[in-house]
Structure formats: C-alpha cells, structure tokens
C-alpha cells in the first residue's frame, strides 16, 4: 500500500514525464483519439440502426380477421392457442364494437364517413386479433399455424406486413451485421496500433529514465512505486483522448443525432437512452482508453523493466 505522499510523488511524475516527452505523448494521444473517434462513431450507427430495425419491426404484426357473427368464446380460445404458441410475444384482442369506435374516433372530423356510419344497420368490422412475434423470422410459421384446417371455418382473412417493411428490414439486418464486421476489424487494427505507439513510447521513456530507475531499484523502491509513474503518464494518453474525442462529439450529440433519432424513431428520445446518453458513451469511451494504456504499459515494462 502506499502512503498519501507516495501516491501523490507517482501521481506527479507521471505528469512530468508527460511533458517531458510532449511530442511522443502528443502522437501516442492522437492514435488513441483515432481508435476512440472510430470506436464512438461505430457506436452510434450501431445504435440507429437498432433503433431504426426495432422501429420498422414495431409496425409488423399478423392481423386475423374473424367471419362475422363468431362467438367471442371462440375467438378467446384460439387467442388463448396463439399464446401457448412459443413463437408468439403479444396477442391482442379488439372485438368488432370496439374497432367500430376507433374506426369512428379516427375519423371524428370526417363529415362523410360519420354519415356512411350512421345509415348502416350493421357494424361492417370484424373482431381482430393482433399477433406479434417474438422474433422476425417467426411470423411465416405463425401463419402456418393459423393456415391449420380446424381454424378455416372461423377465420374471414388474415395479414402482415408489406413486402416494403420487409425489405426494409432485411436491409436494415445486412446493414447491422456490416457494422458489427466491420466495426469490429477497424477498431481491432486502431487497437493494435494504439498499443503499439504506447508500448513504444513507454519502453523510450523507461529506456530515458533507466539510471533513475536503477537507483530506486537500489534503496528498495517497491514493485508498484516504480511501475506507477509509467501507469499514469499512459493513463493520460487515455483521459487526453477521451477528452478530444468527446469535444469531437458534441455538436453531434447537441445537433445531429436528435434530429437522425427523430426521423428514425420519433418515439425514442436520444437523451434517455443508455445507447445514446452523451456522459455513458465518454465513460465508456474513457474506459476503452485506459484499459489499452494500461495494457500497453504492463506490457512495455515486463519486457523492458526486469523488476
């Protein structure tokens, strides 16, 4: 353990011997901001275009349609079948009286339609259920399901989606999986690289420093008193480039990104999400940063520092 003294005396040298060697910690800052820039930004598709696929796959359901004049008991027992069903997340059921009464909300400011209403003798609607899936791709075996023979005589009809919102969504998938591949091969190779300049410009400063070093060595400095200083110059190759990086996002949080979000999911607001909110992406961002420098250092100094 150290004492408040020692701490502060690592603390400060590893300032020190940040300015000290300005230009190699200015670069070792730069390609660190690059892989946190790269990093954030990938960060961000990834999350419109979640956002954006959840939008898309919100407004899909298999609507069934009832013949007129079927027993609500009926109607309950095949909700109740479609909810055993491990395929199905929500089912909803909208009796033909209560559809009437939206039908007629919806279209309250309708002159016309009000009048059509109100001159037939029968409700034109029929009882519906609204089925949602668990996921996309098991809608084709829900319909299957209720293509079953013992359902012919009480379904009229039934739909989902249009071959547009489909398309959509398969676009929306391909683009997603691309982010992933490719996001994560791009920050891999920034990773490495930061690394690689930290590791560097560590082991030159350990190589700067290895009579002070020697010395320490020599009146019995501890393990830890001696890798600190290093720890905390490389630490703030990490806090530097998080601070740049999140100057960087700013206008995009602040004017961009509300405006993409709203046209993408108006329902979702940027600044209530854990995906969007600013301050949990520098964390995050601030994390990734000292977690390569740490790296980095340790391993610079288990191949250069034989303590």
């Known amino acids: 353990m150290f004492d408040s003294i020692s701490f502060f005396r690592i603390v400060k040298t590893g300032f020190v011997n940040f300015w000290r060697n300005l230009s190699l910690s200015a670069a070792a800052t730069?390609?660190?901001?690059?892989?946190?820039v790269i990093f954030a930004v990938l960060f961000l598709l990834f999350g419109l275009t979640s956002n954006?696929?959840?939008?898309?796959?919100?407004?899909?359901?298999?609507?069934?349609?009832?013949?007129?004049?079927?027993g609500e008991d009926k109607i309950k027992?095949?909700?109740?079948?479609?909810?055993?069903?491990?395929?199905?997340?929500?089912?909803?059921?909208?009796?033909?009286?209560?559809a009437l009464e939206e039908f007629r909300k919806k279209h309250e400011n309708d002159f016309l339609i009000q009048q059509s209403l109100n001159e037939l003798t029968e409700n034109p609607l029929?009882?519906?259920?609204?089925v949602r899936a668990k996921n996309l791709e098991d809608y084709p075996q829900i319909d299957s399901f209720l293509s079953d023979r013992k359902y012919a005589d009480f379904i009229e009809s039934k739909s989902y989606g249009d071959d547009q919102?489909?398309?959509?969504?398969?676009?929306?998938n391909k683009i997603l999986g691309f982010i992933i591949t490719f996001g994560v091969g791009l920050i891999s190779i920034f990773a490495l690289i930061a690394v690689l300049v930290i590791f560097n410009t560590i082991t030159l400063t350990i190589f700067n420093r290895r009579e002070e070093v020697e010395i320490m060595r020599l009146v019995g400095a501890?393990?830890?008193?001696?890798?600190?200083?290093?720890?905390?110059?490389?630490?703030?190759?990490?806090?530097?480039?998080?601070?740049?990086?999140?100057?960087?996002?700013l206008p995009i949080f602040s004017n961009f990104l509300p405006r993409i979000a709203l046209f993408v999911n108006p329902q979702v607001s940027v600044f209530n999400?854990?995906?969007?909110n600013y301050w949990y992406l520098i964390f995050m961002l601030f994390l990734v940063g000292a977690i390569l420098s740490v790296v980095s250092t340790f391993l610079a100094i288990r191949k250069y520092l034989k303590i």
């Not at 954006?52 to 407004?59: C, F, N, P, T």
């Not at 029929?126 to 609204?130: D, E, H, K, S």
């Not at 919102?165 to 929306?172: C, F, G, Q, S, V």
């Not at 999400?273 to 969007?276: G, H, L, T, W």
């Open 30 to 36: 730069m390609v660190m901001t690059i892989t946190l």
């Open 52 to 70: 954006a696929l959840d939008a898309v796959q919100s407004r899909i359901d298999i609507s069934v349609y009832f013949k007129s004049g079927l």
């Open 77 to 98: 027992s095949i909700q109740l079948d479609l909810e055993a069903n491990e395929k199905v997340d929500t089912v909803v059921y909208t009796s033909a009286t209560k």
């Open 126 to 130: 029929p009882a519906t259920l609204n």
């Open 165 to 172: 919102t489909k398309l959509a969504i398969e676009r929306l």
């Open 222 to 249: 501890t393990n830890w008193y001696i890798r600190g200083p290093f720890l905390v110059e490389s630490i703030l190759y990490g806090f530097f480039a998080t601070v740049i990086t999140a100057l960087l996002m």
């Open 273 to 276: 999400q854990n995906v969007f």
